[in-house]
């Protein structure tokens, strides 16, 4: 297996966002990423894909340094997350981070969750803070419960309030770790809406899903990974139409076809 | 039962005389002044042991959940050192062993001695229930943390440890019991406490059984007492839409 370093066709802009350059990771002597290689344009849309246990959620964790790696680097806007030098809390302060099980703090009332960072990090006032996280709520149609408790919303509604949690850090770019994975199926399409409505303002987002609608729709780029190698990297068109290798094919065959 | 005589209480401790609205005055005192403040030296003991004992122990159980290897031994080596000796041999450590070890000490009154070994014994306890609540939640929470630009202190602060505590509160409760009835070893270093008066008036009065009673319903108060203050703040502290915090 190579890893592709073909540049998407047509990226948004040619300034890099993301780059993560040969990156390997190894728990204990288990290897979970080999020399992965790729570049995410701001205002790029990409879609990590995979079988599970083909390393994507652990790619994703490594670009704001929650999950280690040992060989390889990674820049974010610039800066190096290998670099022991770097503010790695100021760093992730700009990568907005959305997860599987949402991971809300559930001692927190909605409106508490959206401002408790803006305040803590990013040292906004109180006013500010509450002003700037009911406006996030208000864009994933939340703003009735801003003061209910996460334990009282529905599995979509707390993933659109971690969204928007994320989104009142005024993020550069976000990361999705399999967002609609944990939901009911009735709630899957509340969450893809407000993620569709985020790519198509513009914002650069890392996405592992395996919402192939969601790709089609939005993505510019799609990333298939399996058993910790980056497979494929090429644009949407190309990747649904005409997916090089055959584990890719296999992968297309199965998810699309049931 | 009816041998029993509760006017022992009101004895001076001095003559043994039976004295008016059972208070001694001019400096004598009755059974029943003597164990109110031994009451008190038990209160005093349980809850300034109970102070060092919350620091000093989430202290350790935080450690032992932080990624630093060293930081975890840290907290692993205490809490193995004061839960692996017997309450008793501890207290005696600090009174006859430590002393003679690190002369300062010498200088510190035994009171303060038995607040530090109550006080360290049950932070070994309550660092194991800390960690085990800390652990109790998803990495996930860790990550969310982390991930929104907080540093790993500020995790800790805003985001585990206010679940973790809410968590661990019923075997905190425990604990907190425990120290009160724990301090009852404080006699041994003759610490005027519940325990040792009961001893020494019961030598003095052959009435046993009526002061045993009486020092086992403080005891029984002072527990319940700390097991309703718990109650009220998990009460409190419940958040809605949580198991068991429904509302």
Request: net charge neutral; with cysteine.
């Given at each position: 297996?190579?890893?592709?370093?073909?540049?998407?066709?047509?990226?948004?802009?040619?300034?890099?966002?993301?780059?993560?350059?040969?990156?390997?990771?190894?728990?204990?002597?288990?290897?979970?990423?080999?020399?992965?290689?790729?570049?995410?344009?701001?205002?790029?849309?990409?879609?990590?894909?995979?079988?599970?246990?083909?390393?994507?959620?652990?790619?994703?964790?490594?670009?704001?340094?929650?999950?280690?790696?040992?060989?390889?680097?990674?820049?974010?806007?610039?800066?190096?997350?290998?670099?022991?030098?770097?503010?790695?809390?100021?760093?992730?302060?700009?990568?907005?981070?959305?997860?599987?099980?949402?991971?809300l703090f559930p001692h927190l009332s909605v409106t508490e969750n959206l401002t408790l960072a803006q305040i803590k990090?990013?040292?906004r006032?109180a006013d500010?803070a509450k002003?700037r996280g009911l406006?996030m709520l208000?864009?994933?149609?939340?703003?009735?419960h801003k003061d209910k408790f996460p334990g009282q919303l529905?599995?979509?509604?707390?993933?659109?309030v971690a969204?928007a949690r994320?989104?009142s850090?005024?993020?550069?770019?976000?990361?999705?770790?399999?967002?609609?994975?944990?939901?009911?199926?009735?709630?899957?399409?509340?969450?893809?809406?407000?993620?569709?409505?985020?790519?198509?303002?513009?914002?650069?987002?890392?996405?592992?899903?395996?919402?192939?609608?969601?790709?089609?729709?939005?993505?510019?780029?799609?990333?298939?990974?399996?058993?910790?190698?980056?497979?494929?990297?090429?644009?949407?068109?190309?990747?649904?139409?005409?997916?090089?290798?055959?584990?890719?094919?296999?992968?297309?065959?199965?998810?699309?076809?049931? | 039962?009816?041998?029993?005589?509760?006017?022992?209480?009101?004895?001076?401790?001095?003559?043994?005389?039976?004295?008016?609205?059972?208070?001694?005055?001019?400096?004598?005192?009755?059974?029943?002044?003597?164990?109110?403040?031994?009451?008190?030296?038990?209160?005093?003991?349980?809850?300034?042991?109970?102070?060092?004992?919350?620091?000093?122990?989430?202290?350790?159980?935080?450690?032992?959940?932080?990624?630093?290897?060293?930081?975890?031994?840290?907290?692993?080596?205490?809490?193995?050192?004061?839960?692996?000796?017997?309450?008793?041999?501890?207290?005696?450590?600090?009174?006859?062993?430590?002393?003679?070890?690190?002369?300062?000490?010498?200088?510190?009154?035994?009171?303060?001695?038995?607040?530090?070994?109550?006080?360290?014994?049950?932070?070994?306890?309550?660092?194991?229930?800390?960690?085990?609540?800390?652990?109790?939640?998803?990495?996930?929470?860790?990550?969310a943390g982390?991930?929104i630009?907080l540093?790993?202190?500020?995790?800790?602060?805003f985001v585990?440890?206010p679940m973790?505590?809410?968590?661990?509160?019923?075997?905190?409760?425990?604990?907190?019991?425990?120290?009160?009835?724990?301090?009852?070893?404080?006699?041994?270093?003759?610490?005027?406490?519940?325990?040792?008066?009961?001893?020494?008036?019961?030598?003095?009065?052959?009435?046993?059984?009526?002061?045993?009673?009486?020092?086992?319903?403080?005891?029984?108060?002072?527990?319940?007492?700390?097991?309703?203050?718990?109650?009220?703040?998990?009460?409190?502290?419940?958040v809605p839409g949580?198991?068991?915090?429904?509302?």
């Amino acid at each position: 297996m190579t890893v592709e370093e073909k540049k998407p066709d047509r990226s948004p802009s040619e300034a890099t966002m993301i780059e993560i350059k040969n990156v390997s990771k190894w728990y204990g002597s288990f290897q979970v990423l080999t020399d992965c290689s790729t570049v995410i344009h701001k205002g790029e849309v990409v879609v990590v894909c995979g079988p599970s246990g083909s390393g994507k959620s652990t790619l994703i964790k490594t670009v704001n340094a929650l999950e280690p790696f040992q060989k390889g680097d990674i820049v974010v806007n610039g800066v190096s997350i290998g670099d022991p030098k770097t503010n790695l809390p100021k760093m992730r302060s700009h990568v907005g981070m959305v997860f599987q099980n949402f991971e809300l703090f559930p001692h927190l009332s909605v409106t508490e969750n959206l401002t408790l960072a803006q305040i803590k990090v990013l040292g906004r006032s109180a006013d500010e803070a509450k002003t700037r996280g009911l406006k996030m709520l208000d864009r994933v149609g939340l703003m009735v419960h801003k003061d209910k408790f996460p334990g009282q919303l529905s599995g979509g509604q707390q993933q659109r309030v971690a969204i928007a949690r994320a989104l009142s850090m005024d993020p550069i770019v976000m990361l999705f770790d399999e967002p609609t994975s944990a939901l009911d199926p009735e709630m899957v399409g509340e969450v893809l809406d407000v993620m569709v409505l985020l790519a198509k303002e513009g914002m650069t987002m890392m996405v592992v899903t395996h919402e192939m609608g969601f790709a089609k729709r939005v993505a510019h780029r799609v990333i298939f990974m399996d058993h910790g190698f980056i497979v494929e990297d090429d644009s949407k068109e190309a990747f649904f139409a005409n997916p090089r290798s055959e584990r890719a094919q296999q992968f297309l065959t199965k998810i699309l076809h049931h | 039962m009816g041998n029993w005589d509760w006017q022992v209480f009101c004895k001076n401790t001095i003559d043994g005389e039976v004295m008016p609205r059972c208070f001694g005055s001019g400096g004598d005192i009755t059974y029943l002044q003597w164990m109110l403040s031994a009451w008190g030296w038990t209160i005093s003991v349980s809850l300034l042991a109970l102070v060092v004992a919350v620091v000093v122990g989430s202290l350790m159980g935080i450690l032992r959940t932080t990624p630093s290897k060293t930081l975890i031994l840290i907290g692993n080596a205490w809490t193995e050192l004061f839960r692996n000796i017997p309450l008793l041999v501890q207290i005696f450590l600090w009174y006859h062993v430590i002393p003679s070890l690190f002369l300062p000490l010498q200088k510190v009154p035994s009171f303060l001695l038995v607040v530090l070994a109550l006080g360290f014994f049950t932070s070994a306890r309550i660092a194991e229930q800390v960690k085990a609540g800390i652990e109790s939640l998803s990495k996930g929470q860790r990550y969310a943390g982390l991930a929104i630009g907080l540093t790993l202190p500020q995790t800790y602060r805003f985001v585990l440890l206010p679940m973790a505590f809410r968590i661990v509160i019923p075997p905190l409760t425990s604990e907190s019991m425990n120290i009160i009835k724990n301090s009852s070893v404080a006699f041994a270093v003759s610490i005027s406490e519940l325990t040792m008066f009961a001893m020494q008036a019961q030598e003095e009065t052959s009435r046993g059984i009526e002061i045993y009673l009486a020092v086992s319903l403080l005891y029984f108060v002072s527990a319940f007492a700390v097991n309703r203050v718990a109650l009220f703040i998990e009460n409190r502290v419940q958040v809605p839409g949580m198991i068991g915090g429904g509302k």
